[in-house]
């Protein structure tokens, strides 16, 4: 399976839907490229919506990372919302929980975001 992934842009936030599955660094490439068009658009908040996501592994997780230091440094945040059962429980397990801030939604998401 591919990994895809879609940047809407709002005033103060970017909400980024992915898709697919997240197993290989390669992926990833582009997806760190849109952060930085991001971050240099002063745009320092992402919500990473992971409802369809079927399946990450350490790559994965080394991207949300990434992702999490990159906006972090700018004063930004990144948080996850929708995970499924399954990486939800990755994220337990590799106690990256205490690291992010995770919603069961979109909506829950924004509030954070928006404080």
Do not use: W
Request: include cysteine.
């Amino acid at each position: 399976m591919s990994f895809n992934y879609i940047v809407t842009e709002h005033e103060n936030y970017a909400h980024i839907k992915l898709e697919g599955e997240l197993i290989e660094k390669s992926q990833s490439t582009s997806l760190l490229v849109a952060i930085e068009q991001l971050l240099s658009k002063n745009i320092f908040n992402v919500i990473i919506d992971m409802e369809h996501l079927k399946y990450m592994n350490s790559s994965g997780l080394n991207t949300l990372i990434q992702i999490l230091t990159k906006t972090r440094t700018k004063g930004g945040e990144a948080v996850l919302c929708s995970l499924s059962k399954k990486i939800e429980e990755l994220i337990v397990v590799t106690k990256l929980h205490s690291l992010f801030k995770i919603t069961p939604n979109v909506d829950d998401a924004i509030k954070i975001i928006e404080v």
